[in-house]
């Protein structure tokens, strides 16, 4: 939680950090990932079968690395948009006898070389949690029950041994009902009422198969009457019902949301929109358990902010593979989405970034490499420490006051140009991430809350200016390691994202 001040320009900045007052616990799944079967997202991407680069099972080893290095949790697959026509069956047995299909999210052919069984091997290698998703469009419900018996089923029963047929045994835990099926582009769209009938349906069935699952309800951009409708219909509680112990059916909402402006403020600040998002959803999400009469025993359902990243369709168009190449300016953006997720630590449990290689990506693979895009740097810091605890903080500040994309930001949250975040991790040091997102100044801020009898260490990721981009040939953005004595005030560079850590006193 972090309340905000707007001062003017020619007033000193005050980040004020309380490192004892903790808010909410930071979910290690909100450093998610996303793999679809997408571009080259899968094939040439995490799955390249010939290249030196990877292993015996055709996975890139520089891949791998890099999600070791984020510390990734939990992996969503197989989509995203590509799931409405995607047949799981399709994809498991001998490879020799998997079909080729039609594939019509992305216009492209589905040759199901890549499937179940290697996302999950995948997932092994990466030390990641399984999160899939179910086909809501073509799909059926026998299929979805099959396919949860194939993956998770202990007993002597068909899907469970053709599993173990094909050498594996281990469950899993995240499935969702269905991705963006409120959408024009989807195969087989739906109302929100004939989505709601149909989710809570296979809830009901899902967890009679098996009710340790954590099921996902497929949400809009939380700021809809597609996620009050389907919240208030599936959020239920019925005493003569199914699994009504001590949760209900649905654990999460989904959202999704997309920000990109070709003007570096309104690209920087866009992400408000997403903090907004999750607080209008969270009170729907308490406006359902109170008209359905949902005992305050049962957990509330957290927010699956399951898509999420700087993506313009038209830079990057979806059916030509989406490979954004990003700005310092879009890993500020980054950042601010970030800063988002922790200050909304009690709300989100879940959030992954679409996606993880190639497609919309922070990493590029070629035949011969990879490169982490701006994006990455950010990224790589939050992962690696903004971890543990959200604290609260108060950010005194000046303003930017120009125009916001979406436009109704404006007028429902505020903008400021210091956009920071705080927590204290597990091993007690006090982690404050904050990203200047002016393009001309720097701010020399007083800290307040920053007591400590050694070094502050510091990270920076900046560059030259907010258009620079790295590329196989020049890294223009990574990461500046330094340290501070902690006295008196700290200047945040422009267009700069900054992490500062210290042991506090």
Sequence with gaps: MASFTRVEEGETPCITVHPTNKIAKVDDNIYGGFTEHMGRCIYGGIYDPGNPLSDENGFRKDVIEAMKELNVPVVRYPGGNFVATYHWLDGVGPKENRPARPELAWIGTETNEFGTDEFMKWCEVVGCEPYICLNFGTGTLDEALAWLEYCNSDRNTYYANLRRKNGREKPYNYWALGNECWGPWQVEQMTKEDYAKKAYQWAKALKLLDPSITLILCGATGSSSWDYHVLKECVRWDSHGLNTISKSLIDMHSIHIYT??????????????????????????????????????????????????????????GEQGAEERYTLSDALAVAVWLNVFVRQARDVGMANLAQSVNVISPLLTSRDGLVKQTIWWPLLLFSRYMRGHAVALN?????????????????????????CSATVGDDGYVNLAVANLSEERGFDVALEGLKTDGEVAVFTVSGDNV????????????????????????TFGKHSFTLLRWKPA
Excluded at 276 to 291: G, K, P, V, Y
Excluded at 295 to 307: G, L, N, W, Y
Excluded at 398 to 414: D, H, K, L, Q, V
């Design 260 to 317: 990109a402006d070709s003007e570096h403020l309104a690209n920087a600040t866009a992400p408000r929109s997403a903090e907004r998002a999750i607080q209008m959803t969270s009170a729907l999400i308490d406006l359902a358990r109170i008209e359905n009469q949902v005992p305050a025993t049962v957990p509330k359902q957290k927010i699956c902010f399951d898509e999420w990243n700087v993506w313009d369709p038209v830079r990057a168009p």
């Design 395 to 419: 950010v005194r500040a000046p303003e930017y006051a120009g125009r916001t994309n979406p436009p109704w930001i404006r007028a429902a949250i505020e903008t400021p140009f210091l956009d």
């Design 467 to 490: 258009h620079v981009t790295n590329t196989a040939e020049e890294q223009k953005v990574g990461i500046a390691e330094s340290t501070w004595d902690g006295k008196g005030k700290f």
